[in-house]
């Protein structure tokens, strides 16, 4: 009985641990969009002059794509990501501010201003991601080990 | 009619009216929003159409940008070239003036910035008001035609029913050069439409390309315009055109003026019956 209760805890710990490191993976691959879309955002202008509404319905992410749907398209202000923090939160605002409200020369200047920034916070989360994911996972393994030992 | 891009509130009381009456809405910053309609000027609040200014609507720059960023889908660059030249036109053809500060790089405007004043004219289309132009140029065999106003005297709702007349009458190509995309309703087996191309590109391009027997477009303002047309009319084919002016004698002093090149000149006569003539005048501009 007690040896159930351990391997259900380990499980259990495990599992807790995947989950707080969701938030890596979210932060990861939202950053990867958003990337994608600053790029097809400056070959779109350069090129077929496709409207914001064309380019964000072929995003693949969920998340940053109901970002722009709500932000860009319904104009609200108020959004906010959980899994990014205040100081992104606000670049990501003022990003969404000056889409789509300059002409061609000016938005691709514009693009091309925050292209190095957006990197910048995509290699971040990419690296914050392989760092910490596996290490929460290990840290509530380890835990549920201890509980185990404990219970025994 | 699609009017989508009008603020909600202000599109509700529009409703409250006949909409089919209405001509133009002008929404200035800071100023009372102005209806203009068959019937005359109005103003507009909560109820619809009202003749006092007091608790009227007043335009607002956020209704402007509203406007705006609704016109453009969110993406101004992929609208920018007809921003700059003052207009856009939406899905079903309304065509939307703007005035607001020029940007100007290199001698030529880049965009329009801030922007402080919004005119949507309603298109109407008045079946059978081009009739009487028709008659004219069936019975008398001149296609080279232009038409004659000030503007909103109904040159392109003219223009409009010339092209399905001509459709539906003669079996020649007709090209329509659309520069502003008003000629939405316009379809017909004979028809071919170029949309937000300027003249001078539409002409040389489909000549060679459409091999067009009539070409009807709105308002020659430029020298190229009227270049274009004379090279078109050198080479064989038909055009039926309007221009901005009160009578013939200013026609005939405009700077970029282009003698012999129409057979029949028609100056409208009243601003609220599109297609009624005043006079009609002959290749020597004298009075038929």
């Given amino acids: 009985m007690k040896l159930l209760i351990g391997v259900v805890g380990v499980i259990l710990c495990t599992f807790i641990g995947k989950i707080l490191s969701e938030k890596y993976l979210k932060r990861k691959n939202f ?13 779109e202008i350069s090129f077929k002059q496709s409207t914001i509404k064309n380019i964000i319905d072929k995003l693949d992410n969920e998340t940053f794509r109901c970002y722009l749907d709500e932000a860009v398209l319904m104009h609200n202000e108020n959004l906010y990501v959980s899994f990014l923090s205040d100081e992104e939160n ?48 290990k840290l509530g393994f380890l835990f549920g080990l201890i509980f185990l030992v404990i219970v025994l | 009619m699609n009017l989508d891009f009008i603020p909600s509130h202000i599109l509700s009381a529009l409703e409250k009216t006949d909409v089919k009456k209405i001509i133009e809405i002008r929404f200035r910053n800071g100023q009372p929003i102005i209806v203009k309609t068959l019937n005359g000027r109005f103003y507009l609040n909560d109820y619809g159409l009202t003749i006092l200014n007091d608790k009227c609507f007043i335009c607002r720059k956020e209704h402007l940008e509203n406007i705006l960023s609704k016109l453009t889908e969110n993406s101004l660059y992929a609208y920018n070239d007809r921003l700059k030249n003052g207009y856009l036109t939406n899905n079903s053809g309304v065509r939307i003036g703007i005035a607001g500060e020029c940007v100007f790089s290199n001698n030529e405007i880049v965009t329009i910035k801030n922007v402080s004043s919004i005119n949507v004219r309603i298109p109407s289309f008045v079946k059978d ?24 005297f109904g040159k392109t709702t003219i223009l409009k029913d ?20 008003e000629f939405k309703e316009v379809e017909g087996e004979n028809i071919d439409i170029v949309r937000y191309s300027n003249k001078y590109y539409a002409f040389n391009y489909c000549i060679r390309s459409l091999s067009p027997e009539i070409i009807i477009t709105d308002e020659l303002i430029t020298k190229e315009d009227w270049q274009c047309v004379q ?35 028609f100056l409208l006569d009243n601003k609220d019956v599109p297609g009624k003539l005043k006079f009609v005048y002959d290749k020597d501009y004298q009075i038929i």
């Fill in chain 2, 162 to 181: 010339l092209s399905i007349q001509l459709n539906s009458i003669l079996n020649k190509n007709v090209l329509i050069i659309d520069e502003r995309g």
């Fill in chain 1, 31 to 43: 950053y990867s969009e958003f990337y994608n879309f600053n790029q097809k955002m400056k070959s």
């Fill in chain 1, 90 to 137: 606000d670049f990501l605002k003022e990003y969404v501010k000056n889409i789509g409200v300059f002409d061609k020369d000016s938005q691709l200047l514009y693009l091309n201003s925050v292209d190095s920034q957006i990197q910048i916070l995509y290699k971040n989360s990419f690296d914050d991601e392989k760092k910490y994911r596996k290490l929460y996972v």
């Fill in chain 2, 231 to 265: 090279n078109a009319v050198n080479s064989g084919i038909n055009i039926i055109a309007s221009v901005h002016a009160s009578s013939i004698e200013e026609l005939i002093n405009k700077e970029f003026f282009v003698k012999n090149v129409f057979d029949l000149y």
């Fill in chain 2, 129 to 152: 008001c081009s009739k009487k132009i028709l008659n004219y140029i069936i019975s008398s065999e001149k296609r080279n035609c232009l038409i004659i106003s000030t503007p909103g």
